[in-house]
């Protein structure tokens, strides 16, 4: 319960009270919570310190609104170790959802002088450009755009990356993923990205870039990817 005595805003104290019951599963995802005014009642609060706390846990990404029904649980973010250099496929499969792709698009393009001198390439060789979205259990996770050289990924089609791409480099081509380079920034979700994502436009996001090399040396891939903030987190393990 809260103490209306304590140096601690109240606002604050609703907001660790609901957070506690979500952390320990009284409240769980999908679940409605109370509207403003029952929180206000049942707090003896006015209603501006219940939509403080309630717009707190949003922005924490635990709860979420829906615009004309109310004000729900989110589901379990899907935590993603950085310590290994895997695949969409492999990040859902390790966490029990099943992935599936939606491709946007899937284009023989010549490559531009800073797509060559990324892949370490001539300018207009030959180079994918494939579009998907990515989902977990039919969730739209993230939106992603690979560029891969044609004369390195021989024989790609739409139906080798409707699966898992880097099965087919790996299992069908036989060649050995290395080592990659991957920069995470946070972001605001466009319009279009929002639409593609499924969450409201300016929702936060998390963009990342990775840059891909064959065991060998020669440049795989170069990617950028726009994930849902709300259902995605980065976890790393550290030493010292
Ligand atoms: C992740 C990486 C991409 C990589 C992709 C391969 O999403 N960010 O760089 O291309 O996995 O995924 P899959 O093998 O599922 O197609």
Partial sequence: ?????????????????????????????GDILKSEREYAEYYQVSRMTIRQAINN??????IYKRKGSGTYVQEKKIEQGLNGLTSFTEDMKSRGLEPSNRLIHFKL??????????LKIDVHTPVYEI??????????IAIETNIIPANTVKGLTEDIIAK?????????????IGKAMQII??????????????????????LIERETHLADGTPLEIVKSSYR????????SMNR
């Fill in 1 to 29: 319960m809260i103490d209306k005595s304590s140096p601690m805003p109240i606002y604050y104290q609703i907001e660790e009270e609901i957070k506690l019951q979500i952390t320990t599963g009284i409240l769980k995802p």
């Fill in 57 to 62: 846990l949003v922005s924490q990404g635990l």
């Fill in 109 to 118: 393009i010549p490559a531009t002088s800073a797509i060559a001198s990324k």
């Fill in 131 to 140: 579009k998907r979205i990515r989902l977990g259990d039919n969730t739209p």
């Fill in 164 to 176: 898992s791409l880097y099965d087919y480099i790996e299992n069908t081509l036989h060649l050995k």
């Fill in 185 to 206: 920034e946070s972001s605001i979700a466009t319009k279009a990205e929002a639409e593609l994502l499924g969450i409201a436009k300016q929702s936060p996001i998390l």
């Fill in 229 to 236: 903030a709300d259902r995605y987190k980065f976890m790393i």
